[in-house]
């Protein structure tokens, strides 16, 4: 296995070659009239960071379409929401400021990437322009752009991800409660926890 691995950039170069035209060009430093009317109509993002040491992880982010809150041209802010309080990616943030994510609009096959460093801010004149039903998120995360690029579809093409017909029935597999209880070698019981959770999703998303 170890003779087949690329290790350095020269030889990702040979396998791969060189970015051209417009792909080798498209990255810009700021949002754009095209990029704020994307995430404008964006409900959904995959936030990345990593911590001090380099770790990486990814969360999700969804809220209804416009959720994340474009400052300026250089500046967007996207809510933290109440949640399972592990606080990952903000514990990242405080140690390692740089991230990265990927915006999607359900049925548009383009995506945007913007790349930036973040911090987490709790002004209360900011939570209140992501008010919710009422409820304002508990901080945000302050993204100062760097860098965004639009995405062309062949990833969503060839995962068929907004196609209905590929669709899986959510039957296939067993109960997000009993996934989590095997993983943790726990037992439970499975219809009392999947009662909680359905209440936490109705009562709690904010």
Known sequence: MTEH?????????ALYGEAS????????????????????????LILSSADADGRGDVSPKGDPAGFVHVIDDSTIAIPDRPG?????????????????????IPGVRETLRVNGK???????ELLAQMEVKG???????????????????????????WDEEAQVDRKVLPSLSRMIADQLDQQINE????????????????
Not at 84 to 104: G, S
Not at 191 to 206: C, M, P, S, T, V
């Open 5 to 13: 691995l690329i290790t350095t950039e020269e030889g990702l170069r």
């Open 21 to 44: 035209g417009r792909a080798a060009a498209k990255a810009i430093g700021k949002l754009d009239k095209h990029c704020r009317h994307f995430i404008s109509l964006s409900p959904f």
């Open 84 to 104: 399972n309080n592990r606080i990952d990616t903000l514990i990242n943030i405080v140690q390692n400021p740089d991230v990265a994510c990927i915006f999607l």
């Open 118 to 124: 973040a911090e987490i801010s709790t002004d209360p």
């Open 135 to 161: 409820k304002l998120p508990i901080s945000a995360i302050v993204i100062h752009v760097e860098q965004t690029f639009l995405h062309c579809a062949k990833s969503i093409i060839r995962s068929k991800i």
């Open 191 to 206: 219809a009392e926890a999947e009662k909680q959770l359905e209440q936490a999703y109705r009562d709690r998303l904010y």
